[in-house]
């Protein structure tokens, strides 16, 4: 039986003694910041622990948390959240927030996965669309309705297709996202600009399959390995499949191996494509469906996906390769290992203070940091 890992070139054997690497994993314990469960960053310590010498878990929800962990050193921090809240007496829309990938890169702290440049690609989901449109690979029309300034005007075909901007976990997607007729549009929008306080993005529905594929950078090269799961969600009342927020409550959707090799071919081509044009580095997932003639196209990417045992990422290794789970997060720790050390970005002097609690946003605005 051939090794899980061969497809990397090479075998990861467990060590006779452990790593001298100390390891942290970071999460936050505000659900709208976290991208990782309490049970994943334990399943995450609890595998390497067993390879490396010091791993231990962390809550970062202040800038305080951030200098504390900071202060620590590690050798490498699994990033499990994107930014912190700089004002905890205001509100997630209110506060001005800080990218953690850009604080560490400027203290010289290796992270895994994508730097802030793809991050914020990702993080705003009509940025990342328009980035693959200009890469010239292919995703469905769309317009934008911003919150601050509603619009319902556009020259798209129904049905159209409504999600907030700047959530996961299929947030505010609902048998309602499907829309049929310009009422139904303006309800929508309006929906996710009250209950979600986001902008709106619209696109023309794509009404085919629905796929996830996991992207891997190989080890000591540039090249990406792409591997792909079906997604099968239960038809809604309207007759749609699609992951709504109830569908992924209820964990009732199928995942299945794509077993035709030339669709399997046609979405790789197009997710790695996509991790490409993004800026992508080293890891993630990225999700399309197939329009009504079949043809792959992009709906959004997730490059920090939460590395669960259970969650679409391991699936993807596990029907392709047979990859175990502790395999998958050690490939991707390595891959943080093999890069060079994160040189210093060049930030406004504000930045350079250890504190910023007392730092007002416009003197941190442009550099990168803040949001």
């Not at 054997?13 to 994943?40: H, Q, T, W």
């Not at 690609?121 to 693959?132: M, R």
């Not at 395999?327 to 504000?350: G, T």
Request: some cysteine.
């Amino acid at each position: 039986m051939k090794n899980p890992l061969s497809i990397y070139g090479r075998v990861i054997k467990s060590p006779i003694k452990k790593i001298d690497k100390y390891i942290e994993i970071v999460g936050s314990s505000n659900p709208r910041l976290n991208a990782m469960a309490k049970d994943s960053r334990l399943s995450i310590l609890a595998v390497l622990s067993k390879h490396y010498t010091k791993v231990a878990t962390t809550i970062v929800d202040n800038m305080a948390d951030l200098d504390r962990l900071v202060a620590k050193k590690p050798d490498l921090v699994i990033l499990g959240m994107k930014l912190i809240l700089l004002d905890s007496s205001k509100g997630y829309d209110d506060s001005p927030k800080i990218w953690l990938s850009s604080y560490l890169q400027e203290k010289g702290i290796n992270f895994t996965g994508s730097d802030t440049d793809a991050l914020v690609l990702e993080f705003d989901k009509h940025e990342a669309k328009q980035k693959v449109i200009d890469a010239g690979l292919q995703s469905s029309k769309y317009f934008i309705s911003r919150i601050n300034h509603p619009t319902f005007k556009h020259s798209l075909r129904f049905p159209l297709f409504v999600k907030p901007t700047n959530r996961g976990d299929s947030k505010g997607i609902d048998e309602k996202s499907v829309v049929g007729s310009k009422q139904e549009l303006e309800s929508k929008i309006l929906s996710i600009h009250n209950d979600y306080s986001s902008d709106a993005l619209i696109e023309e529905y794509l009404p085919g399959r629905e796929f996830s594929v996991a992207i891997i950078k190989r080890p000591k090269s540039n090249d990406l390995l792409a591997m792909p799961i079906e997604i099968v969600a239960p038809a809604n009342t309207q007759g749609n499949k699609f992951l709504s927020e109830a569908v992924k409550d209820a964990d009732s959707e199928k995942v299945l191996a794509v077993d035709n090799l030339e669709l399997s071919d046609a979405i790789n081509t197009l997710a790695v494509g996509v991790f490409r044009a993004l800026g992508s580095r080293d890891y993630g997932r990225i999700d399309m469906r197939l329009d009504k003639s079949g043809v792959p196209n992009f709906i959004e990417a997730n490059l920090m996906p939460g590395l669960s045992s259970h969650g679409y990422l391991a699936r993807c290794f596990h029907l392709n390769d047979r990859i175990s789970y502790e395999d998958m997060i050690r490939s991707i720790v390595e891959l943080a290992f093999d890069r060079a050390p994160n040189l210093p970005i060049k930030l406004a002097p504000a930045i350079l203070r250890t504190n910023l609690d007392d730092i007002a946003a416009s003197q941190l605005a442009g550099s990168g940091l803040i949001v």
